[in-house]
């Protein structure tokens, strides 16, 4: 694996992550235009099953200990350091998510090399790898080349569409590796799963999201008639959430669900990358905010200068209108 | 006295508080009070438990949030007590460090105004962005230094809101024709504060006031215009202290002493019947109640009615006093909006215009109408754009 | 119980960012720095445990430009002391910023023993890492990210955390104390502190300024900044303009051609 390009597969209670393919679709890119093999590495206790899902790659290194089974920090980056010592990759390609959250960032102090993060994009120049990171709540971009290798890089997800990392054949190759690891002072104790009986969000074919730019919690009421008009469901960003507004089931975005519905219309979400993650890749992106310069409007594909609250009445009338006169054609 | 140095501990040795002590116990000030029936300590009580040394009960309650400072207590007392301008400030202010947690909408509001000048949170190098939509020039100080005679106070909600810039520009536009020497501050105005002391922060109040006061020792000018009531407040009752004597009005009254000039100009007819809001702090606090009404029946086509509350009686927005921050308080609390209050007033008038002098009201009003199903019947204006509509380009 | 909270200010997006001549940093003269927001929940969850656990709290801050309002106000809401490490060069890298708190942690006398550290999970200026986990490799301590909820079995030396996931799952974790915990959000919004109350606390309080440490081995390959650029995104919504009702038609239509009505 000398001189390949690696990518950490993110498994989670059990499964792989979406941006474990998303991941390895950009690996194998970048790989390509290098000239250089693509190299998976897992880890995991008794999750050998999975690692056949990651054909995308190349080579698979599988890394086996019970203290892995669950996905904490500093296991993980201790043993992906004992596994890239002697095998020094060019690169290695880690999911910026809340699973895999400060191991890029471990694994480079252990490596003493660079870590970046924020990465939503990479890029071969002259045989250079260059990243292409999104920072100041995504106001700014840079370029940068990460000194030394292997390069710790930290990716988005939604890099690449999954389903281009999603191998149609199992991994050929599959090579288990036993690391040491210390006794871990940061101990899962259980997993807290949110309330049933609410909305099925991911369900759901129309959402009407809302964020800080409602102002009140009031105009929800605004906001739940268009989603009725609409047949569809409220969601929200997390400053809506962490104020009470909604509950946590409704959360969509980094720490909340991945949603891909046809219709998803933001309304009063400035389009921060966390909450963006959640969902970029729904059919048709409609957003409403008073910012014109809202990073909202970047991915959505109609866009709305206005206040939330004044559109909303006039939104939901007119839809309704056209709504009952298709349904009486 | 600089009412700031009283505590209120000390507050019954100055001469202000003596009078609150000659208390009457007669019970207008809670009647007239538009959250009266909400509160644990209406403003009677208030004054009663303050004889009684028992006023830390009061602050540690939530009563003072309802307290709009709309001046009513104020204007209805038969001793005269100056409840809004002394007792309440103070009692807010202990109410603001006992509280355990202040609603997020206001403590935003508040943080904002320190950080950025503005309680919205909009950042204050684009305060004088507005400009360029005006229409006419529009000279800044700090790209302009020469002595003007008006020194406009623009303010935020008319710098930052769209239907406040509305505001704006018509305001630019009168100033224009009618030849006025102004210019404003630009990107170097902040919030004058008026809400920051009766939204029981003195601290950010007197931050504000010194930076403003600053800013204005830098230029010359005879006289302060400004659009809000609540910044013209400010400068009338609090600036002084600072050394603030420039000639201060609001633009209502001011546009009112050009009469004789606008006339002429309003040569285009409106053909609306318009009914007047009276602005608290335009109204009972500086009985402004004539001139916005001369400026509206100069209008060709203006049919002027009024509300069964007017004038002295007029019922508050409810945005005074921090109330523009605690509408999802009030909402959570069940207590009536006191805008939609007012605009269920507005409208049985049958006037299809509600004229308004504060730019508080605007959204206010504009939002109740909506609540209350009335929005196809009534608009809101300012009192500053039906004179630009009626004046001919 | 001594807790330390690392705070860092970070460019304020409010403001415009500007990039500065060379292309490859922002121009500093433009900035306005804020505390980075999750350090202010850092610092609330801080003054939580130590209302609930008689703890000592100490803030560390590095110099920066408004610095001193962010630590007179962590003062004002109840810190117990305030240090601000000055001397370095402006535009430090995070993991050179991780270094000079760890170093300084390490070696000034007085601030250690520490029980728990506590930081933001995250800035929006992190690109060379992440705060948190530096400090805790360097001082050889246990880390934890993403933290939402927080309480301290001060006799077991353990720290009770509740770390969040996707899909609004959480995790209960038990970590090892002394420790450095990356908080998402405190449980409850960062508390208001009025103005008059920071502004006394300028007068009757001080900040103590400690120098930067010399980092013994800074010669770890740094992150190259190529070039540095506004986001001007390729993609672009077709944006609808008009009057509310208008625009509601025009979107309808759209919706309508979608098969979404």
Redesign the interface.
């Known amino acids: 694996m000398t001189g390949s390009i690696c990518v950490l597969a993110e498994q989670w209670r059990g499964h792989m992550s979406e941006v474990t393919y998303e991941t390895l679709a950009l690996g194998r890119e970048v790989a390509d235009q290098l000239g250089i093999p693509l190299t998976a590495i897992l880890t995991g206790s008794n999750a050998r099953e999975l690692a056949r899902t990651l054909g995308a790659a190349d080579s698979v290194l599988y890394v086996d200990h019970p203290l892995l089974a669950e996905p904490v920090p500093q296991p993980c980056a201790q043993a992906l350091a004992q596994v890239m010592a002697d095998r020094r990759p060019r690169a290695l390609l880690v999911p910026l998510t809340n699973v895999s959250l400060g191991v890029s960032t471990l694994l480079s102090i252990r490596l003493g090399v660079a870590a970046v993060n924020f990465c939503k994009d990479l890029t071969v120049v002259d045989g250079q790898l260059r990243a292409l990171c999104v920072m100041y709540g995504g106001k700014i971009e840079v370029t940068v080349e990460a000194g030394g290798e292997p390069a710790i890089l930290g990716i988005w997800p939604g890099a690449r569409p999954a389903d281009k990392g999603r191998a149609s054949r199992p991994a050929s190759t599959i090579e288990q590796i036993t690391v040491a690891l210390e006794e871990p002072r940061v101990r899962l104790k259980k997993y807290i799963d949110p309330e049933a009986g609410d909305v099925d969000l991911s369900r759901q074919d129309v959402l009407v999201a809302v964020g800080r730019g409602i102002q009140s919690r009031d105009n929800l009421g605004l906001v739940e008639e268009l989603a009725k008009t609409l047949g569809g469901a409220v969601a929200g960003s997390r400053p809506v959430i962490d104020q009470g507004w909604l509950p946590l089931s409704r959360q969509v975005g980094k720490s909340g669900l991945t949603v891909r519905p046809k219709l998803y219309i933001a309304l009063g979400i400035s389009g921060a990358p966390e909450h963006v993650e959640g969902m970029k890749d729904s059919g048709l992106i409609v957003a409403v905010n008073s910012d014109p310069r809202a990073p909202i409007f970047n991915i959505a594909h109609y866009g709305i200068v206005a206040d939330v609250v004044e559109t909303l009445p006039s939104l939901t009338a007119a839809i309704g209108a056209k709504r009952s006169v298709s349904h009486h054609a | 006295m600089g009412t700031c140095e009283v505590t209120l501990e000390s507050l019954p040795r100055y001469p202000e508080g003596k009078e609150i002590l000659t208390c009457i116990q007669c019970g207008a000030c809670s009647g007239t009070c538009p959250y009266g029936e909400v509160m644990d300590y209406p403003p009677r009580r208030m004054i009663a438990m303050m004889r009684a040394g028992m006023l830390e009960k009061v602050f540690t309650s939530d009563s003072l949030l309802a307290c709009v400072a709309c001046y009513a207590c104020m204007a209805k007392c038969p001793r005269g007590i100056r409840l809004t301008e002394i007792l309440l400030p103070l009692m807010k202010?202990q109410t603001?460090?006992h509280l355990p947690?202040?609603p997020?909408?206001l403590?935003k509001a508040?943080?904002n105004t320190?950080?950025?000048g503005n309680p919205m949170?909009?950042?204050?190098?684009?305060r004088a962005a507005w400009v360029k939509t005006a229409g006419v020039p529009i000279r800044i100080l700090a790209e302009d230094p020469r002595p003007a005679d008006a020194l406009w106070f623009v303010e935020c909600y008319t710098s930052f809101y769209?239907r406040g810039q509305d505001n704006s520009r018509a305001t630019a536009r009168l100033f224009h024709r009618l030849g006025i020497d102004f210019a404003i501050l630009g990107n170097e105005e902040k919030c004058a504060g008026e809400c920051g002391r009766l939204t029981?922060?003195?601290?950010?109040f007197?931050?504000l006031m010194d930076y403003n006061m600053a800013v204005f020792q830098k230029y010359r000018f005879n006289r302060l215009v400004t659009s809000c009531p609540h910044a013209h407040n400010a400068f009338k009752n609090r600036y002084p202290a600072l050394g603030f004597n420039w000639g201060l009005e609001h633009t209502t009254p001011f546009l009112a002493k050009y009469l004789d000039r606008l006339k002429p100009l309003l040569a285009r007819k409106l053909d609306c019947t318009v009914t007047y809001h009276d602005s608290c702090c335009l109204g009972r606090q500086n009985e402004f109640y004539e001139a916005p009404r001369q400026l509206l029946q100069a209008i060709p086509g203006v049919k002027l009615v009024e509300m069964v509350h007017n004038r002295m009686n007029a019922i508050c927005c409810g945005g005074g006093g921090g109330g523009m921050w605690l509408?999802?308080y009030f909402?959570?609390k069940g207590y009536e909006r006191l805008s939609e209050r007012r605009v269920r007033e507005a409208v049985a008038t049958g006037a299809d215009v509600l004229a308004v002098s504060c730019p508080y009201e605007v959204s206010r009003f504009?939002?109740a109408l909506?609540v209350a199903g009335y929005?196809k019947q009534m608009v809101v204006r300012d009192v500053t754009e039906l004179l630009a509509e009626a004046m001919e380009d | 119980m001594h807790i330390l909270v690392l705070l860092k200010m970070v460019p304020d997006v409010v403001e415009e960012l500007e990039i500065a001549p060379g292309g490859k940093a922002l121009d500093l003269e433009y900035l306005r720095m804020i505390l980075s927001e999750s350090d202010d929940h850092a610092l609330e969850e801080a003054l939580v445990l130590k209302e609930r656990h008689d703890a000592r709290i100490t803030v560390l801050a590095l110099d920066a430009p408004e610095v001193d309002d962010a630590l007179f106000t962590a003062l004002a809401k109840g810190a117990d002391r305030a240090i601000k490490i000055v001397g370095m060069d402006a535009g430090l890298s995070t993991r050179q910023a991780a270094r000079v708190f760890s170093q300084t942690i390490a070696h000034e006398p007085g601030i250690l023993p520490v029980d728990l550290i506590l930081t933001g999970v995250q800035a929006i200026d992190d690109l060379d890492g992440l705060i948190a986990p530096l400090v805790a490799d360097d001082m050889g301590l246990p880390y934890l990210g993403i933290i939402t909820r927080l309480d301290l079995d001060a006799p077991k030396h353990l720290a009770l955390a509740v770390k969040e996931y996707p899909g609004a799952v959480r995790g209960e974790f038990e970590v090892n104390l002394p420790a450095v915990l990356g908080m998402q959000a405190a449980e409850k919004p960062p508390r208001y502190v009025p103005v008059a109350k920071v502004r006394a606390t300028m007068k009757s309080r001080t900040v103590d300024c400690l120098p930067v440490p010399t980092l013994a081995d800074g010669g770890w390959p740094a992150v190259q900044v190529v070039e540095m650029r506004r986001n001007e995104p390729a993609g672009h919504a077709e944006m609808l303009e008009g009057a509310p009702t208008q625009v509601s038609e025009r979107l309808c239509g759209i919706l309508a051609e979608h098969g979404l009505l």
Not at chain 2, 200 to 204: A, D, N, R, V
């Open positions: 202010e603001l460090t947690e202040l997020g909408e403590q508040l943080q320190l950080r950025y949170g909009e950042p204050s190098r684009k769209p029981w922060e003195p601290g950010l007197e931050t509408d999802t909402k959570a504009e939002d909506k929005d």
